[in-house]
């Protein structure tokens, strides 16, 4: 177990519906980042919140936004889903964002019907 | 462009035996971090092994050990005495050192690697 946890486990929603996914992130870790990983694929980075401030961002569309609290947990926000929004989602936190020890969290199925 | 390139979908080997996953890479940057990670079928990603770039010492972790060539720009796996729990996805990664990258893993595509008994 790392520490990171992420809710729900798993979701089903409808095309057009939005979503929000959530990251609970190890003890003490600022830095948080999230990542698409669609079946059979390697995950692809989203973006990265150090310090509630969203500090990188990988090729993803504006729909896709997300938050950090000032406990250091994070959301993944994504509106008007797309049946290509089918993956798993992966929160990863670091103790800060220099640091390169990423720990994972087990990750959303989310799937879009 | 910053790829990683894994050209072995599937692998397998038995109880005991050593296999060896290959990973290559593409990046024009001299400060960077290399991973393997180990997803098994919980999904939780799993560090197994991590290698400075700037460090020509390969990494070792118990039974596992890299093969780091940067000029070639090679990273390959090796698990020794492999047990059945090593059954699952790895994926190898790297990471670019920066403040604007720091925390931006690049995944391969990943290798299927069943332990037989």
């Known amino acids: 177990e790392t520490g990171v946890t992420q809710s729900p486990t798993h979701l089903i929603k409808t095309r057009g519906q939005q979503v929000t996914l959530r990251c609970s992130s190890q003890?003490?870790?600022?830095?948080v980042s999230w990542y698409q990983q669609a079946l059979g694929q390697g995950p692809q980075f989203i973006f990265q919140?150090?310090?509630?401030?969203?500090?990188g961002r990988g090729n993803f569309p504006p729909r896709f936004s997300g938050l950090q609290f000032p406990n250091y947990s994070s959301e993944l926000n994504v509106n008007a889903l797309e049946l290509d929004d089918s993956a798993l989602y992966l929160c990863?936190?670091?103790?800060?964002?220099?640091?390169?020890?990423?720990?994972f969290g087990q990750g959303t199925r989310l799937t879009v019907v | 462009a910053q790829t990683v390139t894994q050209s072995q979908p599937e692998m397998s080997v038995q109880e005991a035996e050593t296999v060896t996953l290959s990973c290559t890479y593409d990046t024009s940057e001299n400060n960077y971090y290399l991973f393997w990670y180990k997803q098994p079928p919980s999904r939780q990603m799993i560090l197994v092994i991590r290698?400075?770039?700037?460090?020509?010492q390969n990494a070792t972790e118990n039974r596992f050990s890299v093969n780091f060539q940067k000029a070639a720009k090679s990273f390959s796996l090796k698990i020794s005495d492999s047990q059945l729990g090593d059954t699952a996805m790895y994926f190898c990664?790297?990471?670019?050192?920066?403040?604007?990258?720091?925390?931006?893993?690049?995944f391969g595509q990943g290798t299927t690697l069943q332990v037989k008994p």
């Open positions: 990863a936190s670091t103790p800060d964002r220099l640091n390169t020890e990423a720990f």
């Open positions: 290698q400075e770039a700037y460090k020509q």
């Open positions: 919140y150090y310090r509630e401030e969203e500090n």
């Open positions: 003890s003490g870790h600022n830095t």
């Open positions: 990664a790297f990471m670019i050192l920066g403040s604007s990258n720091t925390g931006k893993l690049i």
